[in-house]
């Protein structure tokens, strides 16, 4: 029996049920029994309805959280290593087809570990969130910035040349060298080295990625708190 039959066949116990006519009849009462039946039912049927829309809403919900855990760092919520290794592939592929350039830098904070050694690590979690926050927030809407790893973050900045990604790398080296962070009665303050490349059409990833990483190591021995750009 379709929805629409069961509803029109409430309907109609519903009025002889009303119908005074019919009160004290031999069959009303049997009449009377397969109504409540039906309503405990429905009753029955609604229940498992709102079950099965629960249970339905709570697998999405997890769908959506394993998802998210997929391609996104816990502590900082920007993207992890898997999401930033596959948007330099493609960033990588659009390079080779379209010739358009994209530049690479690696970010280590300094000194970290006397961080965790003077604060301890809840307040070294606090400083790399602050800088993922502060990095997020000073990119260009199509940069894509995550958490490659430990105290390093990955910037990929589609679009520009070397001469060009200046102004990007500024900013966010400007936005962390602002950052205060609080632990305590103090105020931790930040510096971040960056390693700084572009993609050459062609070249394997990865040694766009090993050039950064050379130049990261050059500005981490030759000072700190410095951008070394490497072609």
Request: proline residues 3%.
């Amino acid at each position: 029996m379709s929805a629409q039959e069961n509803e029109d066949l409430k309907k109609l116990i519903d009025q002889l049920l009303a119908d005074p006519q019919y009160t004290g009849h031999p069959l009303r009462d049997a009449l009377q029994q397969i109504h409540d039946q039906r309503e405990k039912q429905r009753a029955r049927m609604d229940r498992v309805t709102r079950i099965s829309d629960g249970f339905q809403s709570m697998l999405h919900g997890q769908k959506e959280e394993l998802k998210t855990a997929a391609t996104h760092d816990t502590l900082t919520g920007i993207g992890n290593r898997a999401l930033l290794t596959r948007r330099q592939a493609e960033a990588s592929k659009l390079s080779l087809r379209t010739g358009a350039p994209y530049c690479l830098a690696i970010l280590d904070t300094d000194n970290f570990k006397q961080v965790n050694d003077t604060w301890g690590h809840s307040a070294g979690d606090r400083v790399l969130v602050s800088i993922s926050q502060a990095l997020a927030a000073s990119i260009r809407e199509d940069d894509i910035c995550g958490r490659w790893g430990g105290e390093e973050f990955l910037l990929i900045m589609p679009g520009l040349s070397l001469e060009k990604c200046t102004a990007v790398i500024n900013k966010v080296q400007q936005a962390i060298s602002d950052l205060a962070v609080p632990v305590d009665s103090a105020l931790i303050r930040i510096t971040v080295s960056f390693g700084v490349t572009e993609h050459k059409p062609g070249e394997d990833f990865l040694k766009t990625l090993d050039r950064a990483d050379t130049a990261l190591i050059q500005a981490k021995q030759t000072g700190r708190a410095r951008c070394v750009y490497r072609r």
